[in-house]
């Protein structure tokens, strides 16, 4: 299986970046929290790709691309883009790729910050997960290895 890591604006630095709301694990520790959590054999079925653009039209460029490659899922976290881009939320909603929306931090707990408490593009993704720091990727990869085996059967 194949999985797209998709990670927008302001995200290209995941562990150095305002460590005290979004966690200090890097994306580089992220093959192994799978492993922790799927065990090896199940891991190493999974083949991760990973995209990182601060720009709208980039990250939908490579959605779009994901579609021709026939990737598997997407575990997306769209940053600030999650709040206003009604653009993203259109392309997931046709590409047809199962999609796992992620935040490091728990959106809904940033309570002096309302503006983050939406999502556009939930209701073109299976689910969300919020608030685990980089674990929250971990999880998303295993939601849609979950729904990889449910669907196979
Ligand atoms: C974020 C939450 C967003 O509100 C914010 O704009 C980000 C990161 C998160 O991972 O917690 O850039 O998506």
Same mark, same amino acid.
């Given at each position: 299986?194949?999985?797209? !890591?998709?990670?927008?604006?302001?995200?290209?630095? %995941? =562990?150095?970046? &305002?460590?005290?709301?979004?966690?200090?694990?890097?994306?580089?520790?992220?093959?192994?929290? %799978?492993?922790?959590? @799927?065990?090896?054999?199940?891991?190493?079925? !999974?083949?991760?790709?990973?995209?990182?653009?601060? =720009?709208?039209? &980039? @990250? %939908?460029?490579?959605?779009?691309?994901? +579609?021709? &490659?026939?990737?598997?899922?997407?575990? /997306?976290?769209?940053?600030?883009?999650?709040?206003?881009?009604?653009?993203?939320?259109?392309?997931?909603?046709?590409?047809?790729?199962?999609?796992?929306?992620?935040?490091?931090?728990? !959106? #809904?707990?940033?309570?002096?910050?309302?503006?983050?408490?939406?999502?556009?593009?939930?209701?073109?993704? @299976? =689910?969300?997960?919020?608030?685990?720091? /980089?674990?929250?990727?971990? #999880?998303?990869?295993?939601?849609?290895?979950?729904?990889? +085996?449910?669907?196979?059967?």
């Amino acid at each position: 299986f194949t999985i797209l !890591i998709a990670n927008g604006p302001n995200l290209g630095h %995941i =562990g150095r970046r &305002q460590p005290e709301i979004y966690g200090s694990r890097s994306l580089a520790d992220l093959p192994e929290l %799978i492993r922790d959590i @799927l065990g090896p054999e199940k891991a190493g079925r !999974i083949t991760l790709g990973h995209f990182q653009a601060n =720009g709208e039209g &980039q @990250l %939908i460029d490579r959605l779009e691309e994901a +579609m021709r &490659q026939g990737v598997d899922g997407i575990v /997306l976290n769209a940053g600030a883009y999650t709040h206003t881009s009604l653009a993203l939320a259109d392309c997931l909603a046709w590409i047809g790729i199962p999609c796992v929306e992620v935040h490091l931090s728990n !959106i #809904l707990a940033r309570s002096d910050e309302p503006l983050r408490h939406k999502s556009l593009i939930g209701r073109s993704c @299976l =689910g969300v997960i919020a608030g685990f720091g /980089l674990h929250s990727y971990a #999880l998303g990869v295993c939601a849609l290895w979950q729904r990889f +085996m449910d669907t196979a059967q």
